[in-house]
């Protein structure tokens, strides 16, 4: 099996993003994010109604890291302190050496290339430092923008489910999308 340490927790730099650990002076751009309708629209999640929600969130993810159960990064412009998305992998199985790799942005960052060069960041670094096998994304088929980063990224369809998440009394499809340690091409 699989041994998860994040510990120290490492940030990760490309040729413009530093991605660090959020903090909650990352309060402000996190509820943006999880409070606007157009960045949540196809993630299966409750609204962010104040900025104690996310809050919350921020304390849950630097739970799971300090769980070794999960580890996100808020992604930055280098040179800027405000995160514009943040990245990263969950759902980890560490039996199966495979975990979840998720991401959202600020829409006026969106088109410029960013979530792209954060994913081969994380991705990097789930098969150097955690030793994955394979890596997957879960996304609503609906979410043409998110497919097309995923392809960009040299991950391949692997299923569509059909109504498979009950959410608000609707149910959604999922489409998986993976990239094994063999294919990847930093």
């Known amino acids: 099996m699989l041994t998860i340490n994040f510990h120290p927790f490492q940030n990760l730099e490309t ?3 530093l991605l660090r650990r959020l903090n909650p002076n990352d309060v402000a751009e996190v509820f943006a994010m999880r409070s606007n309708p157009e960045v949540m629209q196809y993630i299966p999640r409750p609204l962010a109604q104040t900025k104690e929600d996310a809050l919350a969130h921020i304390t ?3 739970e799971k890291i ?4 999960g580890i996100n990064w808020g992604i930055t412009v280098k040179g800027e302190e405000t995160i514009m998305g943040i990245i990263g992998h969950y759902r980890i199985q560490p039996e199966n050496h495979r975990a979840e790799i998720g991401y959202m942005s600020l829409p006026e960052y969106n ?3 960013y979530i792209s060069e954060a994913i ?3 991705v990097t670094y789930g098969f150097e430092q955690m030793n994955l ?3 997957e994304a879960v996304i609503d088929p609906g979410n043409v923008a998110s497919e ?3 392809l960009k990224n040299g991950f391949v369809k692997e299923a569509h489910i059909l109504e498979n998440e009950l ?3 609707k149910f959604w499809d999922t489409v998986i999308y993976s990239l094994l340690r063999r294919n990847f091409k930093p």
Do not use: F, Q, Y
Request: proline content about 0%; overall charge positive.
């Open 15 to 17: 040729e413009r993003l």
């Open 60 to 62: 849950m993810i630097n």
């Open 66 to 69: 300090d769980n070794n159960t």
């Open 111 to 113: 088109g410029k290339g």
């Open 120 to 122: 081969k960041a994380v």
């Open 133 to 135: 096998h394979s890596i």
């Open 148 to 150: 097309k980063v995923l």
């Open 167 to 169: 959410w608000e009394g």
